[in-house]
């Protein structure tokens, strides 16, 4: 199976990663897309800025991937993560994944945005028009 697991300071292409799962043999691909929101709990979002302590982001990133490729028939597997300044609309993540089916293709991308916004050392400082503050990258 294939895994394509990066950080990036540059602005993630969501129609490669999709390109990069399809398989003529998988029959449901489901991607996630994280983009930034323009406000936060009622509060303009001028920007975010995503720090992570990159190797430590990388293996975790990819030992999510190994424990969902054992838990789900998975053909390929695609984590991009960004770091960097980003504005409203941009895109911090794209997860893709391909199965045979559909259903190991749903949970299974659910399952590595979840998971990975629980364990992988990703920040996210959220910038205001009035202040500014430091949060996990969870919802």
């Known amino acids: 199976m294939q895994f394509d697991i990066q950080l990036k300071d540059t602005p993630l292409d969501f129609e490669a990663c999709t390109r990069r799962v399809m398989q ?3 029959g449901g691909i489901d991607v996630f897309i994280g983009t930034v929101r323009n406000a936060t709990r009622g509060r303009a979002v001028l920007r975010l800025e995503f720090e992570a302590y990159e190797g430590m982001a990388l293996r975790e990133m990819q030992k999510i991937a190994e424990s969902a490729a054992a838990q789900w028939p ?43 916004k629980q364990t992988v050392p990703i920040w996210k400082k959220e910038v205001f028009e009035d202040g500014e503050v430091w949060v996990a990258a969870h919802p």
């Open 74 to 116: 998975l053909h390929a597997l695609v984590v991009h993560h960004r770091t960097g300044v980003l504005l409203p609309g941009e895109i911090a993540v794209v997860i893709a994944v391909s199965a045979a089916h559909r259903d190991a293709a749903f949970t299974a991308c659910r399952y590595l945005i979840d998971t990975l």
């Open 24 to 26: 003529p043999d998988s």
